[in-house]
């Protein structure tokens, strides 16, 4: 694994003119802008957090800007995916990452104001866990092709798969409901995680997509023999526990 960050800061934004420039390099740069002083993050706080799991296995790397709103007490308000990595664990990583960061508010003649920052996270397939990127996943039929397990496939004598017991915690915390599709493997495994029904937090949403690409599961067979489906799911977020 490489020591250096994962995280390039692309630009940071003044919460009203748009006065910054765009700043490049590993170390965050701000500045004042006449009397409207930029959101900045807290550098200390700034960590990567986990390289995701369904992107670790496929191998995938790149990198995903988002924009952030910051209250003015110094807290995140809501992160939004303005160019996307191409891959939505990667994205999902992203928004998860920054809701555990730090951040001094914007000002404007010496008050706080609510403000708007730009970073871009850069992902690198040697900052993965090695154990997750030694267990591929597998190339996945068309997705079309693939059969929902519902009422109907159980009638046609296909095998439910079972969850299997895990303490991991779900990543976030708050209220709210998010709908996922699950695509299984033969062997029991997540193979794609996609968001059906947001939450309406992208904090939440990235949460559960997050973890249920490390769920586990029995196969669904036919006939004795294991074969993908896609499963939908809801995650509940119910309280702080989680």
């Not at 390039?8 to 490049?24: D, E, K, T, Y």
């Amino acid at each position: 694994m490489r020591n250096g960050p994962l995280i390039f800061f692309f630009a940071i934004v003044a919460s009203l003119p748009a006065l910054a420039q765009p700043n490049h390099g590993r170390a965050p740069r701000f500045g004042a802008f006449g009397t409207v002083t930029a959101a900045q993050v807290i550098p200390n706080s700034a960590k990567p957090g986990k390289y995701p799991t369904l992107a670790a296995r496929r191998h995938k790397e790149g990198s995903v800007r988002l924009a952030l709103t910051i209250t003015p007490d110094g807290k995140l308000k809501h992160a939004e995916v303005l160019k996307s990595s191409g891959s939505a664990s990667l994205d999902a990583g992203a928004i998860l990452a920054v809701y555990d960061w730090r951040f001094v508010p914007a000002q404007n003649h010496g008050l706080n104001v609510e403000g708007h920052t730009e970073i871009s996270f850069d992902f690198h397939i040697e900052d993965a866990d090695g154990n997750e990127t030694e267990n591929p996943v597998p190339p996945l039929p068309p997705r079309d092709g693939i059969p929902v397990m519902d009422d109907a496939l159980v009638a046609q004598g296909v095998t439910a798969p079972i969850r299997k017991p895990t303490d991991q915690p779900l990543g976030a915390t708050g209220q709210g409901k998010v709908g996922l599709e699950l695509v299984l493997g033969t062997d029991g495994q997540v193979d794609d995680v996609t968001v059906t029904q947001s939450s309406g937090d992208p904090r939440l949403d990235a949460a559960a997509q997050l973890s249920a690409a490390n769920w586990r599961y029995t196969p669904a067979k036919r006939d004795g023999q294991p074969i993908f489906v896609r499963l939908p799911v809801v995650v509940n977020f119910e309280s702080a526990a989680n």
